[in-house]
Nanobody, 122 residues
């Protein structure tokens, strides 16, 4: 079970760190990703920490967001800097057993957290 938290209200240019905890398990041999969904829009890929410990990012967040995994592999973080109003969305963490191909697509993820709301005020 995944638990996402850390969302909140922040001014444009500010920072937030989201956390995704694996309850009863770890992020071992599994990819952990973040997606987001803004009102009236489809869920979109943000970042993923792959099974081989590499990272992928959406172009819209590259250079501003950083995904990482704790050393005990029980928590995955999304550090979000230089936030913009267009980053406002509900952010979801999810896990996938896919090695690489498909990790930008929500259909390849089999377990999802409940989502945490990030609101960026301009």
């Amino acid at each position: 079970q995944l638990q996402a938290y850390g969302g909140g209200l922040v001014q444009a240019g500010g920072s937030l760190r989201l956390s995704c905890a694996a309850s009863g398990g770890t992020f071992t041999n599994i990819a952990a990703g973040w997606f987001r969904q803004a009102p009236g829009k489809e869920r979109e890929f943000v970042a993923v920490f792959t099974r081989s410990s590499t990272t992928l990012y959406a172009d819209s967040v590259k250079g501003r967001f950083t995904i990482s995994r704790d050393s005990d592999r029980k928590t995955v973080y999304l550090q979000m800097n230089a936030l913009r109003s267009e980053d406002t969305a509900v952010y979801y963490c999810a896990v996938s057993r896919v090695v690489l191909s498909g990790l930008r697509t929500p259909e390849y993820y089999n377990s999802w957290g409940q989502g945490t709301l990030v609101t960026v005020s301009s």
